[in-house]
């Protein structure tokens, strides 16, 4: 056998070996650096997945159920019979496809007022959702998914009221007109009608009915899909007289959380499948689009 520590080394090899003893712990030290960064890459792909796979965990307020808010009471062509759990009606519909698509199973509902839930404050669901327009204003304090239906106003007034036969914006400004407190409908009253008499204001749809009974009102301020269900079951006597012009950005309805939720990227994700598979545009056939010839008023 041989040994290492009878060989004699010449000046002139000793030199050469310890250059070839300096290349190869170069190379050592390269190969560790290699494997370092394919390591460094590995990592960052695994975190990439994490990242992307974060929904897989959801957080949810209560592990593995979608605690969700809406209106008491709640009415169709939102939601139907005042249960918002039968999955019937145009959100309530939405909500348990988002919950499918988000692998949940259980999904239970609480109640709030309208108001109560454009607040700073920590909320105790998921997310609300009662016809909540997605606005500059309201996006300061709470946060919104996606919008998951787009609006148009519309105006619902007798057959014998002045503002049957308005043809454009500028036919309502001299009318009486009305709409619920707080909502979308009122602002564009206020900011797009600009009628020459200040809106008539109702904190629900039974006060607007008094009033319309009563002759207080020549027009009331309706989204489309209300208007259609004000005009079939609460108050049959009057008729969607037009659909109102949409000016600016397109409203849009949206799910609403509390500031930072870290659930919005999920439902966002929900949302985004349900609209490219064509289940959004099924629920909106299905439980919005009731049909009938109504002419839109010019601006």
């Known amino acids: 056998m041989w040994d290492y520590r009878q060989t004699k080394i010449r000046p002139a090899r000793r ?25 460094d890459t590995e990592s960052d792909g695994a975190s990439g997945d994490s990242e992307s796979a974060s929904c897989d965990d959801l957080p ?29 009606g145009f959100e309530s519909a939405m909500v348990y496809a988002v919950a499918d698509q988000l692998g949940v199973e259980t999904v239970e509902w609480v109640r709030t007022t309208f108001d109560e839930a454009i607040s700073a ?36 007034g007798s057959t014998d009221s002045p503002a049957a036969s308005a043809g454009s914006l500028d036919d309502l400004k001299g009318l009486r ?12 009253i206020d900011d797009v009608i600009g009628p020459d008499e200040p809106a008539l204001v109702y904190d629900d749809n039974a006060a607007a009915k008094a009033a319309f009974d009563a002759g207080q009102v020549d ?6 899909p ?15 007289i037009g659909v109102l012009p949409r000016t600016g950005q397109p409203e849009e309805l949206g799910m609403l959380f509390e500031e ?14 349900l609209r490219s ?23």
Not at 26 to 38: F, N, Q, R, V
Not at 65 to 78: D, N
Not at 219 to 224: A, I, M, N, Y
């Open 260 to 273: 930072g939720s870290p659930l919005v990227s999920c439902v966002n994700g929900a949302l985004a499948e």
């Open 15 to 39: 030199a050469l070996w310890l250059l070839a003893v300096l290349a190869l712990l170069a190379s050592a030290c390269g190969s560790d650096t290699d494997s370092d960064a394919d390591t």
């Open 121 to 156: 404050a920590e909320k105790d669901y998921d997310f609300n959702i009662q016809q909540y327009s997605i606005t500059a204003e309201r996006d300061e304090v709470v946060d919104f998914a996606d919008g998951y239906y787009q609006v148009e106003q519309a105006i619902i």
């Open 219 to 224: 027009g009331l301020v309706f989204d489309l």
């Open 177 to 188: 007109l009305g709409a619920a407190t707080g909502t979308t409908s009122l602002a564009y």
């Open 277 to 299: 598979n064509g289940t959004v545009e099924e629920l909106e056939d299905t439980w919005l689009n009731q049909g009938g010839s109504i002419p839109t008023l010019s601006e």
């Open 60 to 88: 949810t307020k209560v592990d593995g159920v979608l605690t969700v808010a809406t209106g008491e009471p709640v009415f169709p062509p939102w939601m139907e019979d005042d249960d918002p759990s039968n999955g019937e």
């Open 226 to 240: 209300t208007a259609y269900f004000v005009t079939a079951v609460e108050i049959p006597e009057a008729s969607i």
